[in-house]
Every structure is written in structure tokens, then in C-alpha cells.
């Protein structure tokens, strides 16, 4: 392996941390205010209704210093009591970290098994909740769209099959990287409480994270026992501004207003227009590798393709990280690697943030000259499938 520095910029298609834009990081370079400070109080009350737009919501938000784990620890101490029992779809990796941690935190967490590659089976939701003829799961959790694996679960299908079952559960969605990537309006689809973290489809750095909380589960909030503090909704109320139980990160806000005015000038449905049209043309190239027994999708279910993040498997006796190390060390880009069971097996392309196309075709060249480097088998032109898709839209 070269010792060299590439040179040039870093293309970077990790799944999140992902790409913060020029204009985000300039805003961010300001100097400290305090966070008292009535012209800082505009700020945050401009964010706090931005990412409430984003969210479709017009209910309740609080925010967190720290990344997306803060907001699924506060998501559940703040809606639940020890002992409590609650369901979990598992998707991959990111749905059985959340389980862990429900489970460290002395609830009972229950799982829908599923297969991975396949996706959970809406169904089998129904059947658990349907047969808890006792009503003792309390909540249903879902990753909106599982990172490490790159597969989405349709939040109004796990809605309906909630009501269907006639189950009074709340409905709690993790839209790590789904969130200003992926379709999403809490509101109208009926979730009780939403995680979301700042460092995918908002495209600022790590370290800020929040949770959309529905008017039932503020309810169910006033009765929940799970110990908390730095997390508790109820101290944040009583906080002014209401959210951040301790010093608030200001420059963080300064990066968040101009990454909502980004999101908001492209708007939201050009935002997720994008989102399909990059991620489908990785998925075309990567349809093309998998011929001469190359890599291939890791999800194979067409109806749960995210639009986001793209799993890559690679062929037996072919290390995934190899691969990763020649395309980050010798051509200065950036993939995600596999995560848990999957490391190794899986390298993973991010398309989620400040993208173009020319910056999806350089990463998905790079990946087929890395190819070429470690003598990867694959199906040639995966490229000039992604060109030709690309070619072919608005
Ligand atoms: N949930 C999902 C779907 C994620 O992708 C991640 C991180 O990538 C997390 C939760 C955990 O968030 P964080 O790493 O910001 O703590």
C-alpha cells in the first residue's frame, strides 16, 4: 500500500457521518454568543420550527447535545417505566443496538425477527401485537431506514398494521438516515415519537440530536418512570428556551439554520427526488458489478430499497475492507464499511446530504478502478449504467 497523501478532495460517501456543505460551515464559523442573547433566541426559534417542518409536525420537539444514540436513550427513559415490554422490528445492526440499550435500560424488548437482506415482514408486527392480548408492549420501534444494511420499512404500513391489530402501543421511529432523505411526515403518519440526528440528511456535523414527540405520547410521558435527568422532557419545559438541559451549542445552530434554508430552497420533495435519483443510480451500477459473480446488493427486496445508503456484498473469499482501504488510501475516497456480523462482507456507499451527480459517478468509478486494483470479479459497466439512468431523468 502507497504511503503517499492523495491529493485533491476527499470524496466522501460514507452513510453519516456524510458531507457538511461550504455554506454550513461557514456559518458556523462565527464567535461564540450567548445562548440568552435575544439575537441568539431568534436563531433557535427559527431552527426549532424548521426542523419541525421538516419533520411534519406540529407537535412537540426536544433537542439533545449528542448524537443519535442521546435521542433513542431519551426517546425511551422519557415514554417508558422498568420492566416495560416493547417490540422491535429488527432491520439490522442500528434495531439491535436500539434493543441493546432498551435492554440496559431494564425494558423487556421484544423482537420481530427478520431476515436482513429480505426485510421484516409487516405482518408478523400485527401477529406479535395481535397476540399481546394483555396489551403489555407498550411501544413498537422501527428504524425508518436501516444504515447498515441499506433497506427503508414503510412507516404507514407498520401504522396501519398497528391500528389493524387495534393495539394502543405507541409508535416511536428512529430517521437517523432517513430524515431530509427519505419521504417522512411524523403528523400524518401517525408516530408518537421520532429520533432524528443531525449528522446525515441535515448535513451538519455530529454531536446534535432530537426526538418529535406526539400529544399522546407527552401523555404517556407525565406516567413514565425510567430514571433520566439531562434527558428529561419535563425538566426542558422548564427551560427557557424549552429544550437543552444544559448549555446550548450555538454554533451548532448557526450550521442548522443555514442547512434548513438549504433544504428549503431545494425544498423537500426536489430534496428526496434527488435522494431516489442518486441512489438508484448506484443501484444500477452496482446490478451491473454483480454479473462474473461480483458484488451485489445486499438488500434483495426492490420494494424496500433505500434511497439513502446502498449495501454492496461482496463475493466470497473477497474482503470488503480490502476494497475500502485502496479506494480511501490510494484514491481519496471514503466508503462505509460493514458493520457487526457484516464487517468485511459489506462495504457500504452513502448517498444521503449535499450530493450530485458527479460526485455519485466519481465514487461509483473509483469503486470499479478499486476493483480492478485488488482483482475483484465483477460485471463490467456498472458507470455507464449509472450514466445512462442519470442520462435519462429531468
Ligand atoms: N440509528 C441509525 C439508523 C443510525 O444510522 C445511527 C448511526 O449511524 C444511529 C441510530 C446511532 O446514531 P449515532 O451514531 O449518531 O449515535
Given at each position: 500500500m502507497s504511503?503517499?497523501?492523495?491529493?485533491?478532495?476527499?470524496?466522501?460517501?460514507?452513510?453519516?457521518?456524510?458531507?457538511?456543505?461550504?455554506?454550513?460551515?461557514?456559518?458556523?464559523d462565527r464567535p461564540t454568543i450567548d445562548f440568552h442573547d435575544p439575537d441568539f433566541r431568534e436563531v433557535f426559534d427559527s431552527c426549532f420550527a424548521g426542523v419541525k417542518r421538516v419533520l411534519g409536525t406540529k407537535q412537540h420537539l426536544f433537542m439533545y447535545t449528542g448524537s443519535g444514540h442521546a435521542a433513542w436513550e431519551a426517546t425511551l427513559t422519557n415514554l417508558l417505566s422498568p420492566g416495560d415490554a416493547i417490540l422491535i422490528a429488527e432491520s439490522g445492526y442500528?434495531?439491535?443496538?436500539?434493543?441493546?440499550?432498551?435492554?440496559?435500560?431494564?425494558?423487556?424488548?421484544?423482537?420481530?425477527?427478520?431476515?436482513?437482506?429480505?426485510?421484516?415482514?409487516?405482518?408478523?408486527?400485527?401477529?406479535?401485537?395481535?397476540?399481546?392480548?394483555?396489551?403489555?408492549?407498550?411501544?413498537?420501534?422501527?428504524?425508518?431506514?436501516?444504515t447498515a444494511t441499506g433497506m427503508y420499512i414503510p412507516l404507514p404500513a407498520v401504522r396501519a398494521a398497528i391500528d389493524a391489530a387495534g393495539h394502543p402501543a405507541l409508535f416511536l421511529a428512529d430517521t437517523i438516515s432517513s430524515l431530509g432523505s427519505l419521504e417522512f411526515r411524523m403528523d400524518e403518519w401517525g408516530i408518537d415519537g421520532v429520533v432524528g440526528g443531525s449528522q446525515k440528511g441535515l448535513m451538519l456535523p455530529t454531536?446534535?440530536?432530537?426526538?418529535?414527540?406526539?400529544?399522546?405520547?407527552?401523555?404517556?410521558?407525565?406516567?413514565?418512570?425510567?430514571?433520566?435527568?439531562?434527558?428529561?422532557?419535563?425538566?426542558?419545559l422548564g427551560r427557557n428556551p424549552q429544550s437543552f438541559v444544559g448549555t446550548i451549542p450555538v454554533s451548532f445552530f448557526y450550521g442548522l439554520q443555514?442547512?434548513?434554508?438549504?433544504?428549503?430552497?431545494e425544498t423537500l420533495p426536489e430534496v428526496i427526488a434527488r435522494h431516489h435519483r442518486l441512489g438508484e443510480a448506484v443501484r444500477r451500477a452496482v446490478q451491473v458489478w454483480a454479473g462474473n459473480d461480483g458484488p451485489r446488493l445486499f438488500c434483495t427486496n426492490p420494494t424496500r430499497f433505500s434511497d439513502s445508503v446502498t449495501g454492496v456484498l461482496m463475493?466470497?473469499?473477497?474482503?470488503?475492507?480490502?476494497?475500502?482501504?485502496?479506494?480511501?488510501?490510494?484514491?481519496?475516497?471514503?466508503?462505509?464499511?460493514?458493520?457487526?456480523?457484516?464487517?468485511?462482507?459489506?462495504?457500504?456507499?452513502?448517498?444521503?446530504?449535499?450530493?450530485n451527480e458527479p460526485m455519485i459517478l466519481g465514487t461509483l468509478a473509483t469503486v470499479e478502478l478499486s476493483m480492478r486494483v485488488n482483482n475483484i470479479p465483477h460485471g463490467k459497466g456498472g458507470v455507464d449504467a449509472a450514466v445512462e439512468w442519470l442520462a435519462s431523468g429531468p
Amino acid at each position: 500500500m502507497s504511503t503517499k497523501k492523495p491529493r485533491g478532495r476527499q470524496f466522501f460517501a460514507n452513510p453519516g457521518p456524510t458531507n457538511i456543505p461550504d455554506s454550513v460551515l461557514r456559518a458556523m464559523d462565527r464567535p461564540t454568543i450567548d445562548f440568552h442573547d435575544p439575537d441568539f433566541r431568534e436563531v433557535f426559534d427559527s431552527c426549532f420550527a424548521g426542523v419541525k417542518r421538516v419533520l411534519g409536525t406540529k407537535q412537540h420537539l426536544f433537542m439533545y447535545t449528542g448524537s443519535g444514540h442521546a435521542a433513542w436513550e431519551a426517546t425511551l427513559t422519557n415514554l417508558l417505566s422498568p420492566g416495560d415490554a416493547i417490540l422491535i422490528a429488527e432491520s439490522g445492526y442500528f434495531s439491535d443496538e436500539w434493543a441493546k440499550m432498551a435492554k440496559a435500560l431494564g425494558l423487556d424488548a421484544r423482537t420481530v425477527a427478520a431476515d436482513w437482506r429480505h426485510g421484516v415482514d409487516i405482518d408478523a408486527i400485527k401477529a406479535a401485537l395481535l397476540a399481546d392480548t394483555a396489551h403489555e408492549i407498550r411501544a413498537v420501534c422501527v428504524v425508518h431506514n436501516e444504515t447498515a444494511t441499506g433497506m427503508y420499512i414503510p412507516l404507514p404500513a407498520v401504522r396501519a398494521a398497528i391500528d389493524a391489530a387495534g393495539h394502543p402501543a405507541l409508535f416511536l421511529a428512529d430517521t437517523i438516515s432517513s430524515l431530509g432523505s427519505l419521504e417522512f411526515r411524523m403528523d400524518e403518519w401517525g408516530i408518537d415519537g421520532v429520533v432524528g440526528g443531525s449528522q446525515k440528511g441535515l448535513m451538519l456535523p455530529t454531536g446534535m440530536s432530537f426526538t418529535g414527540v406526539s400529544d399522546k405520547a407527552m401523555e404517556v410521558h407525565a406516567k413514565a418512570k425510567l430514571a433520566r435527568y439531562y434527558f428529561d422532557w419535563t425538566v426542558m419545559l422548564g427551560r427557557n428556551p424549552q429544550s437543552f438541559v444544559g448549555t446550548i451549542p450555538v454554533s451548532f445552530f448557526y450550521g442548522l439554520q443555514e442547512s434548513l434554508r438549504l433544504l428549503e430552497e431545494e425544498t423537500l420533495p426536489e430534496v428526496i427526488a434527488r435522494h431516489h435519483r442518486l441512489g438508484e443510480a448506484v443501484r444500477r451500477a452496482v446490478q451491473v458489478w454483480a454479473g462474473n459473480d461480483g458484488p451485489r446488493l445486499f438488500c434483495t427486496n426492490p420494494t424496500r430499497f433505500s434511497d439513502s445508503v446502498t449495501g454492496v456484498l461482496m463475493p466470497e473469499g473477497h474482503d470488503a475492507d480490502a476494497l475500502r482501504r485502496t479506494a480511501r488510501h490510494r484514491f481519496n475516497v471514503s466508503l462505509g464499511g460493514g458493520l457487526g456480523k457484516l464487517g468485511g462482507k459489506v462495504f457500504r456507499i452513502g448517498h444521503m446530504g449535499d450530493l450530485n451527480e458527479p460526485m455519485i459517478l466519481g465514487t461509483l468509478a473509483t469503486v470499479e478502478l478499486s476493483m480492478r486494483v485488488n482483482n475483484i470479479p465483477h460485471g463490467k459497466g456498472g458507470v455507464d449504467a449509472a450514466v445512462e439512468w442519470l442520462a435519462s431523468g429531468p
